[in-house]
């Protein structure tokens, strides 16, 4: 099954475009979405979230286009990035309390568990977590109002390796439960780790989406092959 699907995306701004950009996601696997700075992953992920608006194209969840659905999909999916826009200074608590109330799903057995595995304390502010905190604790507010898809942007960024390496044991026991993930980042390593399917952007274009094993070698290699440039100096 599907749970999102991307058909013939395009966005123009001055300098840069997506073009044409199409790619599907299986329920219950996890996909990196990779390319250099700058080739547009941020944008598409912006685009099929509807914070910015596609000049055309079609974007489905869960079988539904995602026009005239908006808010019914956005209560089933999660949207997760490195660096969080909450209130620095409020409470997580507070925080939390203002999200619940815009979801008619939260569950709060769920936000307790989460508090606990996460080991995440509610009386902290935003400013007080650090860079892994911040996004667990976004991961826990998708979880808690039961989302079945979660699109991350770069997650991982910043990080050290001891806090990358717990998010990927995490993402991929979501996975095993059934949770799909769509995971933007410029760190193969990590994708390596954890990533069923790739898909690949460069210039605004997708090169390749497919399996990951059929690509036939280390990510870092794949990009490497397709990004370098002949430099002449």
């Known amino acids: 099954m599907e749970v999102l699907k991307i058909s013939g995306l ?59 659905n908006e808010d019914a999909i ?4 999660g949207y997760v990035v490195s660096s969080t826009g909450y209130y620095k200074k409020k409470k997580i608590r507070d925080i ?5 109330s815009f979801y ?26 650090s860079e892994g905190m911040k996004v ?3 991961i826990s507010l998708a979880l808690s109002h039961k989302a079945e898809l979660l699109i991350l942007d770069e997650p991982t960024s910043g990080l050290d390796p001891i806090s990358r390496a717990e998010l990927l044991d995490i993402f991929n026991q979501l996975k095993a439960k059934g949770i799909s ?5 410029h760190i193969t390593t990590d994708l390596d780790k ?3 399917s790739i898909t690949y952007i460069k210039n605004g274009s997708i090169l390749f989406s497919g399996k ?22």
């Open 104 to 129: 008619s799903q939260w569950d709060d057995s769920a936000w307790k568990h989460y508090l606990e595995v996460f080991k995440l304390d509610e009386n902290k502010s935003p400013e007080q977590l």
């Open 96 to 100: 939390t309390e203002i999200t619940r």
């Open 10 to 68: 395009c966005k123009t701004y001055p300098g840069f475009s997506l073009k044409d950009v199409s790619f599907n996601l299986e329920k219950g696997s996890i996909m990196g979405f990779i390319g250099r700075n700058g080739a547009g992953k941020t944008t598409t992920l912006k685009s099929i979230l509807n914070l910015v608006h596609p000049d055309s194209g079609s974007i489905e969840y869960f079988g539904l286009p995602l026009l005239n």
């Open 181 to 185: 993930i769509l995971f933007s980042s």
């Open 136 to 138: 667990k604790y976004s």
């Open 74 to 77: 956005k209560q089933r999916i």
């Open 194 to 196: 954890c990533a069923d």
């Open 212 to 233: 990951t094993e059929d690509i036939g070698m280390s990510l870092d290699d794949y990009m490497l092959t397709n990004e370098k440039e002949e430099i002449h100096v």
